[in-house]
């Protein structure tokens, strides 16, 4: 269990529904004859800070553990095992066959997808979509006068980033993009559409879903399918335990199935791409600065963290940022579970009234459509969040859709038909014509919300004589116009949020190669690490204004990244 300040009265949302995340244990000392002297008591001082310091060294030991293995009962040899079967381990595998290369895939679930599955499209420069005269001009950009190509993107990101990332390992990245999307298509892999999200770029590339569900979904059934289709090896239901590290070098690996039988692969390189950490509650709070008691991951429930651990068990060093997480803002309690494409999602995040414990707002509320990582880390620095709008909101999302974009799914014009239903559904929703009462049953100060709400209501009735894009008659947080709407009359909605994220991105370090670096920053020879497991791309959050879908790209790249290097260091 964690016990610092802030990883404690936790709530962490899943897929399965809301869980104990990991309450503190509060060590207190217990009353003692008064000591005759301030030597003796000095002396029971220092024992108290030992002992704490010990149980804290004790909890930040726990969350790196990695699984105690018996002997194998199977071995298999390749050229390289690949941990993980979602967009990275994927992409790492066709590749691999590619180049001539035999890959072995080990994957936790029952197929290919991972958390790959939750993305709807990635970043792509200099594509045949962006480039010439549908190449992008951003105003955002680092050369606003300039196209928003490789280079331009690059120094943008950078910039943003706070130079964190390593430059070569961006020229790699954004350099191979232009080939990485026509490769997926010659993988079977088609584009729907290039779009931007808020105010962002023009260079979101989205995928065709088909007759699916999601976009996402359908690229890791038809990736997953050309994988098998090109005699691709995989051992599903199997759990990557421990690296094998023989001489300073990778060696294999070792596996354990469902029914604890351990598995050796015999493999001179190991790419690590397990998806990140967003599953493992503890491990989150331990390494992030999450304050929200509730925090909800999006996704598959299959990211904890294994590959990171067990590349920190073999020697590996962490990147700068281990705690960066891609959230992405208020997630209404109960009413969203691993898939996020939905109505009641949209009404969420929609620019209404957001407030925190105290019953004030944090945030300029439209923040969230034109850079949904910064709304998550304004929510993510409150201990409590909720969002409050009016029936009448609602009535209108009804009939005229949502007030922002919501990336592919969410349409201005296109009506919210289901939000009602679910959210009247969900246990973080309250409805009422009091709201104080409301206030009441969400524990917040009704005294204090409603002098919030009076103050907004001010604000509000300005904004009405304003043009939609005019920011004045916010003071404090500069809203636009156009999404400021009243909360003057009930019914209300008080909906107690949790800060959404898609995944982490915080991890392993690597080089410009994908190669995994130790403490001393030297290469360990055969390990590669990609995707969510590895670290250094981002400073404190996701880059979507600048780069949407870059986590997705950077994915899919960083196994194609490693497999070109494997080639070279097998002499293949």
């Known amino acids: 269990m964690i016990e610092e300040s802030n990883l404690s009265r936790r709530s962490f949302l899943t897929g399965a529904g809301l869980v104990a995340a990991g309450i503190a244990g509060a060590g207190l000392a217990g009353c003692a004859p008064q000591a005759q002297s301030e030597e003796p008591a000095a002396a029971a001082s220092d024992l108290a800070a030992t002992g704490e310091d010990e149980a804290a060294a004790s909890t930040a030991d726990d969350i790196w553990k990695i699984a105690e293995l018996g002997e194998p009962t199977e071995t298999i040899q390749a050229d390289v095992c690949i941990v993980g079967a979602g967009g990275t381990g994927t992409a790492a595998a066709i590749q691999a066959i590619d180049l001539g290369l035999k890959p072995v895939v080990i994957e936790r679930m029952e197929g290919y997808g991972g958390s790959f599955i939750g993305t709807e499209g990635m970043t792509g420069l200099e594509t045949k979509y962006t480039s010439g005269e549908n190449c992008p001009m951003f105003a955002g950009a680092y050369n606003p006068d300039q196209p928003y ?103 294999g690996l070792l596996a354990e199935d469902e029914k604890g039988n351990v598995l ?111 709304a998550g880390i304004a929510v993510r620095n409150q201990e409590r969040t909720f969002v409050l709008f009016t029936e009448a909101d609602m009535k209108r999302w009804e009939t005229d859709g949502p007030d922002g974009q919501v990336f592919s799914f969410g349409t201005p014009g296109t009506p919210l038909a289901e939000a009602r239903e679910v959210l009247q559904a969900a246990e973080g929703c309250h409805v009422g014509d009091d709201l104080a009462a409301l206030c009441q049953e969400v524990g917040l100060d009704a005294a204090a919300v409603q002098a919030t709400v009076d103050a907004y209501n001010a604000a509000c009735a300005a904004a009405a004589k304003l043009d939609g894009e005019d920011t004045s008659a916010d003071e404090e947080f500069g809203k636009r116009a156009q999404y400021m709407h009243a909360v003057d009359a009930g019914p209300y909605w008080l909906c107690e949020v949790g800060d959404g994220y898609y995944t982490t991105c915080g991890g392993i370090k690597v080089n410009e190669k994908t190669q995994v670096l130790d403490e001393e920053g030297q290469v360990i020879p055969g390990l590669y690490a990609g995707g969510s497991d590895a670290g250094g791309l981002y400073g404190d959050s996701y880059d979507v204004k600048f780069a949407p879908g870059s986590q997705a790209a950077w994915a899919v790249n960083s196994g194609r990244l490693a497999m070109k290097d494997a080639k070279e260091y097998l002499g293949k």
């Open 264 to 374: 050796k692969v015999e493999a001179p390189v190991v790419m690590i791409a397990t998806g990140g950490y967003a599953n493992n509650a503890d491990f989150l709070y331990g390494v992030s600065e999450t304050k929200n008691v509730n925090i909800q991951a999006l996704g598959m429930d299959c990211r904890d963290g294994d590959g990171i651990k067990m590349a920190k068990a073999a020697g590996a060093a962490m990147a700068e940022g281990l705690g960066t997480v891609m959230w992405c803002g208020p997630v209404t309690l109960g009413a969203i579970t691993a898939t996020w494409t939905t109505d009641a999602y949209c009404a969420g995040v929609q620019p209404t009234l957001w407030i925190n414990q105290n019953g004030e707002r944090f945030c300029k509320e439209d923040l969230w459509i034109d850079d949904f990582a910064g």
């Open 149 to 251: 190509g490789v280079k331009n993107a690059m120094n943008t990101c950078l910039n943003f980033h706070h130079w964190i990332p390593q430059h070569k390992l961006y020229e790699n990245f954004f350099g191979q993009m232009n080939e990485t999307i026509d490769w997926l298509e010659g993988h079977g892999q088609v584009f729907a559409d290039v779009i931007a999200i808020g105010a962002g770029p023009k260079i979101w590339h989205v995928y065709d879903k088909g007759e699916d569900a999601s976009p996402g979904g359908h690229f890791m059934m038809t990736f997953g399918a050309e994988a098998e289709k090109l005699g691709v090896e995989a051992r599903f239901k199997t759990f990557g335990r421990q690296l094998v590290i023989e001489d300073g070098k990778v060696a």
